[in-house]
């Protein structure tokens, strides 16, 4: 069998440049910092792995599981595309309408061990957005050829990996983050981000829009 290279590659820039900025690993690093203070280096580093690990497990779980539950359901792929662009989209503008950043728990301290999945990994860093995606690229993969739907979907995990790989640096080394970054910089970030958010959110309805619209003619 040969493989599209040049489709793997594209498949994976999709799933990397969709996810990043639902994920917001440098955003995130900041908003999670409080649950970091006091605590040792390896103590972080080891909390922050235990995130990206529950992140990864439940995104390969909605990634691999996502076609068979909107087949079960009977969920076409463009309602799908339509119904999800339109959730991101309005997460991506959400955030830009924010008028105040993620307020924290004064009492988050002494909690981080309970916290690992809920809310570290979901919401907060794996949150509706971003399983909404992998759901919808899920689909989007089973839309190839038998022959490249295992490697689509191996593709698409190495693009969720390489996504938690930074977010795990970023949130090993939140301290150094926020000292560089600084509350000014972070607010910037994160509009640039949201705005991509809400572009990449109208991108993916337009598509299952126009799928729909020509299937029915």
């Known amino acids: 069998m040969e493989l599209d290279w040049s489709q793997n590659l594209s498949l994976f820039a999709l799933g990397f440049s969709s ?4 994920i917001n690993p440098i955003g995130t690093a900041l908003i999670i910092e409080p649950y970091f203070q006091g605590i040792p280096r390896t103590e972080r580093k080891a909390h922050a792995f235990k995130i990206v690990l529950n992140c990864l497990l439940l995104g390969l779980f909605c990634l691999h599981a996502g076609s068979l539950i909107l087949e079960f359901m009977g969920v076409t792929i463009p309602a799908m595309q339509l119904a999800g662009g339109l959730i991101i989209a309005k997460i991506g503008l959400g955030f830009l309408d924010a008028k105040e950043d993620m307020k924290q728990d004064d009492n988050v301290a002494g909690t981080i061990t309970d916290s690992l999945f809920y809310p570290l990994a979901f919401p907060l860093t794996l949150g509706p957005g971003g399983i909404s995606t992998l759901i919808m690229l899920s689909a989007h993969a089973h839309t190839t050829k038998i022959t490249q739907i295992s490697m689509s ?26 000292k560089k970054i600084g509350p000014n910089g972070s607010r910037v970030l994160n509009r640039l981000l949201a705005f ?22």
Do not use: E, K, N, W
């Open 19 to 22: 996810l990043f900025p639902l």
């Open 153 to 178: 979907m191996i593709t698409l995990s190495f693009s969720l990996l390489a996504v938690l790989v930074i977010t795990y640096f970023c949130f090993a080394y939140s301290h150094d983050l926020v």
């Open 196 to 217: 991509l958010v809400f572009c990449i959110g109208i991108q993916m309805a337009f598509t299952g829009l126009m799928h729909m619209l020509h299937t029915s003619t």
